[in-house]
Nanobody, 128 residues
Framework: QVQLVESGGGLVQAGGSLRLSCAAS????????MGWFRQAPGKEREFVAG????????YYADSVKGRFTISRDNAKNTVYLRMNGLKPEDTAVYYC?????????????????????WGQGTQVTVSS
């Protein structure tokens, strides 16, 4: 089992920045590929960013490319999502997710159903 706990959400003005953190426990963090997803009211959960278990590959949704950065610190068992240039449309609950790392992660990173473990979510609200 893997436990994931997100933090760092909050209220920010458009153009501002936030850094989300997701602390993992229960399994060797360095063996997990990690993703960030978000869900706005009335919408489906959507992929935001992913990072492979090696940290060598990162993936982003087109809507956040160039503004958001995913990273990981294996020594701290934590994955981060740095969000710059926030827009009102970024408002959502942000979820951290984990899946056992494999060479096929590049095929599945964007699909919520491919992740085995989820955090409880953290709210991000961007005011205009």
């Amino acid at each position: 089992q893997v436990q994931l706990v997100e933090s760092g959400g909050g209220l920010v003005q458009a153009g501002g920045s936030l850094r989300l953190s997701c602390a993992a426990s229960g399994r060797t963090f360095s063996s997990l590929s990690m993703g960030w997803f978000r869900q706005a009211p009335g919408k489906e959960r959507e992929f935001v960013a992913g990072i492979s278990w090696t940290g060598g590959s990162t993936y982003y949704a087109d809507s956040v490319k160039g503004r958001f950065t995913i990273s990981r610190d294996n020594a701290k068992n934590t994955v981060y999502l740095r969000m710059n240039g926030l827009k009102p449309e970024d408002t959502a609950v942000y979820y951290c997710a984990a899946v056992q790392g494999s060479s096929s992660y590049y095929r599945v990173y964007a699909y919520p159903g491919r992740y085995d473990y989820w955090g409880q979510g953290t709210q991000v609200t961007v005011s205009s």
